[in-house]
């Protein structure tokens, strides 16, 4: 006798979560996939190699628990950041979307708020959800900036316990004044999370949030392995704070949550920081290429500090998208009226991409 599947609104799911839908960008098997910000540049094999061995080390114990503090990946990522960190700063996770998890759950969930200045990241109010807590979205100028005394006072008057400030913004590319930051922080109650998902791409003589850390014991910085060390599929993130913040995260974290696997492979990745950090010299080569380019074809690019450039004067956003995908070129459509989205790739995928959009006629 079959068996009937039940359907989702059948289940006695949180009243919260009713209605909501999943993250998830489309997932295609086309040649250029320029959709969701990865470092498009395979690992260097000479990484590659040592992390292999590193890992193959960690299989030989892999009948034990791994070590709950994942201390030396603690002190690779402290080495890493530098700016004075000690390893009891930091913490890390499966991606940067655990960290910032764990951040919500030992200080936001039920009864409590998270904010952000919207347009930005597309999981914090997922995140916030899931957790318990009301997302509540702020915003910012025309061109997605945000000035230091109006972020404060959108601050000020809603009180929220977790205040999030990407920086540079995802899906705007837009840098984030420390003034900005420093205003949130005098102005918020709670935890202000910086996120520097994207930081690597910055320019070189702008200062990171790091810098502002000490004297501020709620101010947490978060960072991710996923782009500038091409290592979205190893799911590695990480975060800078107070050694308070470190203790409160490991309330809420799951025992063991970062395997042994997981630990080695990140570590050895450390070691070759240096050669590692020779792509993000040409993805951003790459990113300003692009929008120079977008530009002399009539759109209107915006300033990015990140791995990415949005851009304006898009008539049709899903034909525009739907032409470059029959063209086997994979960008996102981040539900911003008039505009698209894409990765700068390689080369060569940058190439395609810029090749297949200038032969349509996009913006009719």
């Not at 086309?30 to 190699?49: K, R, W, Y």
């Not at 705007?172 to 994207?198: C, N, Q, S």
Request: proline fraction near 7%.
């Amino acid at each position: 006798m079959g068996r009937v599947s039940s359907r989702l609104e059948d289940l006695p799911l949180r009243d919260d979560l009713r209605g909501l839908t999943p993250y998830g960008a489309p997932q295609a098997p086309l040649p250029v996939a320029l959709n969701v910000n990865e470092n498009t540049h395979p690992v260097p094999q000479e990484v590659a190699d040592d992390i292999v061995d590193a890992v193959a080390l960690a299989l030989r114990d892999v009948n034990r628990y791994p070590d709950r503090e994942f201390t030396s990946l603690r002190e690779g990522f402290a080495d890493y950041l530098g700016h004075g960190l000690s390893r009891d700063q930091i913490w890390a996770a499966n991606g940067s979307n655990e960290v910032l998890q764990h951040v919500l759950m030992a200080f936001a969930g039920p009864g409590r708020t998270a904010f952000g200045f919207a347009p930005t990241y597309s999981m914090y109010p997922l995140l916030t959800r899931a957790t318990g807590a009301e997302w509540i979205a702020g915003t910012r100028g025309h061109d997605y900036t945000i000035d230091p005394d109006d972020a404060a006072s959108q601050v000020r008057v809603l009180q929220p316990d977790v205040v999030f400030l990407c920086s540079p913004n995802n899906p705007t590319g837009t840098p984030l004044p420390l003034e900005v930051i420093r205003a949130v922080y005098d102005a918020a109650p709670g935890i202000v999370v910086v996120d520097e998902a994207y930081g690597e791409f910055a320019p070189r003589d702008e200062r990171s949030a790091l810098t502002l850390l000490p004297g501020r014991e709620r101010l947490v910085v978060s960072r991710t392995m996923s782009k500038a060390f091409a290592f979205a599929g190893a799911r590695v993130g990480y975060l800078a704070a107070d050694p308070a913040v470190i203790d409160a995260l490991r309330l809420v974290r799951l025992p063991y949550h970062l395997s042994a696997l997981t630990q080695a492979a990140a570590t050895a990745a450390l070691r070759h920081a240096p050669v590692m950090l020779r792509m993000v010299d040409e993805i951003v080569a790459q990113r300003d290429r692009i929008s120079a380019t977008l530009d002399a074809l009539g759109y209107q690019p915006y300033e990015s500090w990140a791995n990415f450039v949005l851009f304006g004067g898009v008539d049709d956003p899903a034909a525009t998208w739907q032409a470059l995908y029959d063209r086997g070129v994979l960008i996102r459509d981040v539900g911003i009226a008039h505009h698209l989205r894409v990765t700068a790739g390689t080369e060569g995928e940058t190439t395609a991409f810029l090749d297949a959009l200038a032969s349509i006629d996009s913006r009719s």
